[in-house]
């Protein structure tokens, strides 16, 4: 699977609008770019997932650069509850379609203060 | 939605011990099911992957003999961490596959992931 780069940490603000990004600059045609959280002592759940258009769903959006050699999940208006750490993770398609295993790099440690 | 169950969430047992850790996909069924283990302030590591009816394919650096897996049905896998170790203690979260769409390119399984079972070796 093709790397991902993320920031260690980022600080926001409760109810404001927090931009995520993640490069993955060597990125394939057949890679679907994914979102998941972790919360504190929980399993990971997934937030959304796309592949060329921005995507949007109840719990985020997701902006895909046209090169596609990045993208931003943007949580419109953060709470307490987002307060978790957020993989950016690359599915090749077929890969996908045989469900492989993920691979989680660090992610990013979201902070959300009140 | 999809939920995915683990049991016990967690265990403390003597070094020495077998543990068995369930995961079960409660309202869909799974072909593929997968084992993380993840160490503190560290993250996920996928440790194997375990197909209904078939012999579970471990990841490089993962001993099969130490860490059994079982998929008896399309629910259920089981994860038996054998003469458990205090290096041992880790979270283990299971992740269940679900197909989205009608096959082949372009579809993909979407994993659903337990709450993770928290295992202490003493």
């Known amino acids: 699977d093709a790397k991902t780069t993320q920031p260690n940490s980022m600080e926001s603000n409760e109810e404001e609008p927090v931009h995520l990004p993640c490069n993955h600059s060597?990125?394939?045609?057949?890679?679907?770019i994914h979102w998941y959280r972790q919360l504190p002592s929980q399993g990971p759940e997934y937030v959304i997932h796309g592949l060329t258009s921005n995507v949007n769903n109840r719990m985020a959006s997701l902006a895909i650069a046209e090169d596609r050699k990045s993208s931003t999940l943007i949580l419109h208006r953060a709470t307490l509850r987002d307060a978790a750490v957020y993989y950016c993770i690359l599915r090749d398609v077929y890969s996908g379609g045989g469900a492989d295993g993920l691979t989680f790099g660090k992610g990013t440690h979201l902070i959300i203060q009140p | 939605g999809a939920v995915v169950s683990q049991h016990p969430s967690w265990v403390i047992c003597k070094s020495g011990t077998s543990v068995k850790i369930e995961c079960r996909s409660l309202?869909?069924?799974?072909?593929?099911m997968f084992w993380y283990r993840q160490f503190p302030k560290q993250s996920l590591m996928l440790m194997a992957t375990?197909?209904?009816?078939?012999?579970?394919?471990?990841e490089q650096g993962v001993e099969k003999d130490k860490f059994l897996i079982n998929h008896a049905s399309l629910t259920l896998s089981t994860l038996t961490v054998t003469s458990a170790h205090p290096e041992d203690s880790s979270f283990y979260i299971c992740?269940?596959?679900?197909?989205?769409?009608?096959?082949?390119?372009?579809?993909?399984?979407?994993?659903?992931f337990g709450p993770g079972t928290r295992l202490t070796v003493l």
């Open positions: 060597t990125i394939s045609g057949t890679d679907y």
């Open positions: 375990s197909n209904e009816g078939s012999k579970a394919t471990y």
């Open positions: 992740s269940a596959a679900r197909a989205r769409g009608p096959g082949g390119v372009g579809s993909y399984n979407e994993q659903f």
């Open positions: 309202d869909f069924q799974a072909t593929t």
